[in-house]
């Protein structure tokens, strides 16, 4: 069956130390997004890609770069952790745009940036 | 920027006890969708709407997309144990798959 996973799903770190998280999704979907979860303020766009090569930034990107070198992955790097940092991450991929189209989240990533 | 504000916040109500979400903006949006997210899981898309007015069913929870496009609601008719959960809704924009979220109720359900 096709899914998405992320790894790791914990991860404590420094601050100033470099993190990556990876997404991995098996849906051949174009559209991949990393969002970040923290109380009271839902969900949050962090970067978004719409296929190889493509990478755009979303609402709170600063801190964050990603690369798309393939339709199955879309790695998150944290360039220097920053405590603010400290956050559930979940990927999401998603077919071509359609009317709103759909999301299929991974389970989560949850980091610690002491 | 779109934003969308959801209430109540927090809920506790009574196995059996029917109750209602607002998903509410100022906005107008192509779509929006509602997720229900367990402890240590990311979300799960219970259902999208589209058209403005469109209600949809899904067993006991009724979703309703208002005339304008801009707010929605969740309506749960006998709530169980196993609805307790955060339901979040997230509107579409115009622009490929952008979805605004919403900062999510969080429904515990006693038995």
């Known amino acids: 069956d096709a899914e998405i996973t992320q790894s790791p799903r914990h991860k404590i770190t420094e601050t100033g130390r470099q993190v990556t998280l990876a997404c991995h999704q098996t849906w051949n979907h174009n559209n991949m997004f990393w969002y970040r979860q923290d109380l009271g303020h839902g969900l949050r766009l962090i970067h978004y890609s719409y296929g190889v090569q493509d990478t755009n930034k979303g609402e709170v990107s600063d801190g964050y770069s990603v690369s798309r070198s393939n339709t199955e992955d879309l790695p998150l790097t944290l360039e220097s952790a920053a405590s603010s940092q400290t956050s559930v991450y979940f990927c999401a991929s998603s077919e071509s745009y359609s009317g709103g189209g759909l999301e299929f989240f991974g389970p989560g990533t949850r980091l610690t940036v002491l | 920027t779109q934003l969308l504000e959801q209430s109540p916040q927090f809920l506790s109500i009574q196995e059996g006890e029917n109750l209602t979400v607002y998903c509410n903006s100022s906005?107008?949006?192509?779509?929006l969708q509602w997720y229900r997210q367990e402890p240590g899981e990311g979300p799960v898309l219970l259902v999208t709407?589209?058209?403005?007015?469109e209600v949809k069913k899904l067993k006991r929870l009724t979703f309703q997309f208002g005339d304008a496009r801009k707010d929605s609601s969740l309506h749960i008719t006998a709530a169980q144990t196993g609805d307790t959960g955060l339901y979040l809704c997230a509107g579409g924009g115009n622009a490929g798959n952008m979805l605004t979220f919403g900062g999510g109720t969080r429904l515990m359900v006693k038995p």
């Open positions: 906005s107008v949006f192509s779509s």
């Open positions: 709407v589209v058209t403005g007015g």
